[in-house]
């Protein structure tokens, strides 16, 4: 059975831009092009970093480029991402190739950059239609999920030439209070304040296990599958750092929603990781540590930092609707989940010291 291919959808308007002084600049650095613009489409998953699907008549390429708008201020690096890519890919195979980075603002209005196309299914919040994931290949694929992550933090950064890519030593204190000034900087009036779970992030901060590469937004739904539901690539490495392995452990399993989660958890889920076969977040944490052979003890910082962490993420995306600066409805109510999980970050830290 072939996989069906990650759809799209007409461009936003508030993401539209002009395919022809695209093509126009694009066509002189990568050749076969033709003389004509290409068909744009875009990917609607994600909020962060717009995707959008060029045909052109022999391939389909894929450009990336940041929203208009509010950016924080590490994220939306086009070059960063670029390079990080170009580098990784030789010791690394499952990035895709990264063709041609603009920085001229008079194309797009910004930075982009432009790749080729990763076929294969990409698992969203539900099965395509037609598609079946019997427990069996649901459980094998949780393990090629997990083990592709270990492979990742394995990486040479040296050989890679990524040795400076991030600050090193000091990443779990930098991570605890970099999210905690962003979301400061992002508060709305209809959110709590978050002070318990940011006075205990800072109180309980483990020592880091080691530092390497991180993608720092591995999911699901950033991953590739063949036809044998084998793990053909990794998307979106905007954020990709040096930092603490099991930081980007509890960032990943805060999306991680198994079926026993409460109803609104449930809610926020975007990959099917509750279907029958599919690991729970403590497989997932023991696999990981089997793997790669680093010692795991207390989760509880690890599993409060990801909730925390994924409430800053939703919370800046809701300031960009929050400000006028989208019109997405699909972000309107997300400020409802950012108290949902400080209530879920508190209750964990209660029962941690229960």
């Known amino acids: 059975m072939t996989l069906a ?20 600049w694009l066509a002189a650095r990568v050749p076969g092009l033709g003389d004509a613009p290409p068909g744009v489409r875009q990917f609607p998953g994600g909020a962060s970093n717009l995707t959008y699907l060029l045909t052109y008549p022999d391939r389909e390429l894929i450009l990336r480029r940041p929203p208009v708008g509010h950016k924080a201020a590490s994220a939306h690096d086009m070059r960063r991402e670029f390079r990080v890519q170009q ?12 063709l041609a980075f603009c920085d001229d603002e008079t194309v797009l209005g910004g930075d982009f950059y432009v790749m080729e196309r990763l076929e294969g299914l990409i698992l969203r919040g539900d099965l395509p239609a037609g598609f079946d994931l019997p427990p069996d290949s649901a459980r ?14 394995a990486v040479d950064v040296e050989a890679a030439g990524l040795a400076d890519l991030g600050k090193g030593a000091g990443y779990v204190e930098r991570q605890v209070r970099g999210w905690s000034e962003r979301f400061l900087k992002a508060r709305t009036e209809n959110v709590p304040d978050c002070a ?3 006075a205990w992030l800072k109180e309980n901060q483990p020592p880091e296990v080691k530092i390497c590469l991180i993608h720092n937004d591995y999911r699901l739904d950033n991953l590739v599958l063949d036809d044998d539901l084998g793990i053909v690539g990794v998307l979106d490495w905007e954020m990709a750092t040096l930092g603490d392995p099991l930081m980007e452990l509890g ?47 207390d989760w509880t910082f690890y599993e409060v930092y990801g909730l925390f962490r994924l409430a800053v993420v939703i919370q800046q995306i809701y300031y960009r609707y929050h400000a006028g600066q989208t019109t997405n409805p699909a972000l309107k ?10 209530g879920r970050c508190r209750r964990i ?3 941690g010291h229960a």
């Not at 094998?140 to 933090?153: A, M, S, T, W």
């Open 251 to 297: 960032s990943t399993l805060a999306y991680w929603v198994q079926d026993d989660d409460d109803d609104v958890m449930k809610l926020s889920r975007r990959q099917p990781t509750h279907l029958p076969g599919m690991y729970t977040r403590e497989e997932f944490v023991r696999r990981y540590a089997e793997r790669s052979g680093l010692e795991i003890g």
């Open 196 to 198: 318990e779970v940011m």
């Open 349 to 351: 830290i209660a029962k």
């Open 333 to 342: 109510d997300l400020w409802q989940f950012v108290g949902y999980l400080d």
């Open 87 to 98: 580098a990784l890919r030789p010791v690394f195979p499952y990035v895709p190739e990264v």
């Open 5 to 24: 291919a990650d759809k799209t959808v007409e461009v936003r308007g508030e993401d539209s831009f002009d395919p022809a002084a695209m093509h126009a």
């Open 140 to 153: 094998e694929l949780c393990g090629k999920v997990v083990d592709r992550l270990v492979e990742l933090h």
